[in-house]
């Protein structure tokens, strides 16, 4: 028929035209139910940069602009909140972290050392958990978290034999700031039976150099070994544990969490707390791959939020990690321990990893890979081109590749993987890096510059439990690459304040595929807002840590602090 190719032509643009729009959050039209003015805003979009009030209806952002322009939004029943100067901005995301593990540790007796916490030395750290043991009284376990061998005055791990001073009759359980690393007591080990002396691949359970025998210090899987042991707290407990954590990540202004190491156990948790609306942030969880395995993988598919909770996707771990000595590279290690000349070591082969990304990351699962060490990273960028690249993977990221080189970077860029450092591992650790890999390779350590100038998707992340949920000082540590003595390191990595609050906001968003969503302050997008006491961007950068948190916001609502809206009334 004349014509009809005209026809059809404009009838596929219009519903490609339709299908486009489907996918991006609409604008909210009409009034607005609180217009928030008279401060900075930070707003991580070019278009509104210049904007100095916002206006929210039904938990979105309905415009943004000057007061002059709110007038258009305002109505008899719209709420004014005056920020009084203070600085507003999109809600921290945190592109990675340990939700469910964070919630054990403030759970359990606190075994930091200084300034996170007071122990010492193993007299003290005894003494820590004498403490756990009254407060939990009869056959109860004995659980610490967060000692750090390197700041004890022994400079060594606790022993089986140290935590036997604790109790000899209750299991004893003292797990290392990493979390990749635990001490337990003699009864533990009588429980454990055989699979200390026959652990499973990747569970270590080290000796005693001297006398050969087991000394009770345990790492990597063999952490999962002592974890199935522990009884699991009561339902009650629990919800009360999720709502506590919950509020630690409020009160640092973050708005969207992760558990990127989801149990089981956990999952059934958040989707409790989603279906109770006790969820007063955004959980995204990823299940260790191995777990995957072990169930109907259909029963944990990645899902949209419900009550603020969705499964993101599914975890991979390479290898170990730098400071302890476990993460696998290329050149040797020049102190670990007694093993001088180590290069670490892989926990997951590579063909394992080619399995989980074909039967997992390829159906679906967003995967987030753990790769340390250059040689870690090696076999998973290996890894990842044979099973497609980020064109057939589901938006792959890379999770802490702490020695990454300049090569590796562009080729993950060039695979479409996002990458997501901790540079607050810089502030712990970074005397001990020098010792262990040389002054040069601790000073490219987490090269967050690196994979920016590369091109890749740069995100950062809290690491929970290791280090607390202080976005504040991980934006510091970023552009500061500071010690714990405050002293900066010398470094090519250092970035801006502007582009670690782009990390920890819009980039993050668009790492778990949600940028159209949340992580600027964009009409349309969710209404979740941190209100900071100063403009980042405009204090010096040594005084980024002490910047507090006024307020946080979820979808348009004040959630931290809970009783007292903001003061202003």
């Excluded at 939700?99 to 030395?121: F, S």
């Excluded at 199935?228 to 544990?241: F, R, T």
């Excluded at 890379?398 to 993987?417: C, F, G, I, T, Y």
Aim: glycine residues 8%.
């Amino acid at each position: 028929m004349p014509g009809s190719s005209g026809i059809a032509a404009r009838l596929l643009l219009l519903f490609l035209v339709f299908l486009v729009g489907s996918c991006v959050t609409p604008r909210p039209t009409g009034t607005a139910d609180t217009i928030l003015r008279g401060g900075t805003l930070i707003t991580l979009d070019d278009k509104y940069k210049d904007a100095t009030a916002i206006a929210v209806q039904n938990g979105r952002i309905l415009a943004v602009g000057s007061e002059a322009d709110m007038a258009a939004y305002t109505a008899s029943h719209t709420e004014f909140i005056e920020l009084e100067g203070r600085t507003l901005l999109p809600g921290f995301i945190d592109a990675h972290g340990h939700l469910i593990q964070q919630a054990m540790a403030r759970a359990v007796a606190g075994l930091k050392p200084p300034p996170m916490g007071t122990v010492r030395d193993i007299s003290s750290l005894q003494q820590k958990l004498r403490e756990d043991g009254s407060n939990h009284p009869g056959g109860n376990w004995i659980l610490g978290f967060g000692y750090d061998e390197r700041q004890l005055k022994e400079r060594r791990h606790p022993t089986r034999w140290d935590l036997d001073r604790v109790s000899n009759t209750r299991p004893v359980v003292a797990v290392h700031l990493s979390g990749r690393i635990a001490v337990v007591n003699s009864v533990v080990l009588q429980k454990l039976g055989q699979q200390a002396y026959n652990p499973v691949a990747g569970a270590i359970f080290r000796k005693d150099p001297r006398t050969g025998q087991l000394n009770g210090v345990i790492e990597e899987r063999a952490m999962d070994v002592i974890a199935d042991l522990i009884p699991a707290p009561s339902a009650l407990k629990a919800v009360g544990i999720l709502k506590e954590v919950q509020d630690d990540y409020l009160a640092a202004g973050i708005t969207t969490v992760q558990d990127g190491w989801a149990t089981l156990s956990a999952i059934k948790l958040y989707r409790a707390g989603a279906d109770f609306g006790m969820l007063n942030l955004d959980i995204v969880a990823y299940l260790p791959a191995s777990t995957l395995d072990m169930v109907d993988a259909d029963d944990y598919r990645p899902e949209p939020y419900e009550g603020r909770f969705r499964i993101g996707g599914v975890k991979m771990v390479v290898d170990g990690s730098s400071q302890l000595g476990s993460a696998y590279q290329n050149a040797p290690y020049m102190k670990v321990s007694a093993k001088t000349g180590d290069r670490g070591f892989l926990l997951t082969r590579e063909e394992q990893l080619d399995l989980w990304l074909r039967r997992y990351a390829q159906q679906g699962w967003q995967p987030l890979i753990s790769a340390s060490g250059d040689a870690a990273i090696d076999t998973a960028i290996e890894a990842i081109d044979k099973a497609g690249g980020g064109e057939r993977l589901s938006s792959p990221v890379m999770v802490a590749p702490q020695l990454m080189s300049r090569a590796q970077a562009r080729k993950l860029a060039k695979q479409d993987v996002a990458i997501s450092f901790s540079p607050v591992q810089i502030y712990y650790w970074s005397d001990w890096l020098a010792e262990i890999l040389g002054t040069e390779r601790a000073r490219a350590f987490g090269p967050v510059a690196t994979a920016i100038d590369a091109g890749a998707l740069v995100t950062l992340n809290s690491e929970t439990p290791a280090a607390g949920p202080d976005m504040m000082q991980l934006i510091w540590s970023a552009v500061t690459r500071a010690n714990r003595d405050g002293v900066s390191q010398p470094s090519d990595e250092r970035i801006s304040v502007e582009q670690a609050l782009r990390a920890v906001t819009l980039d993050a968003a668009r790492q778990y595929g949600e940028g159209e969503q949340k992580g600027s302050l964009t009409p349309g997008k969710s209404a979740d807002f941190v209100i900071l006491e100063q403009n980042p961007l405009q204090v010096d950068e040594a005084a980024l840590p002490a910047i507090e948190v006024h307020s946080t916001w979820k979808d348009g609502e004040q959630v931290y602090p809970e009783e007292d809206p903001l003061g202003f009334f």
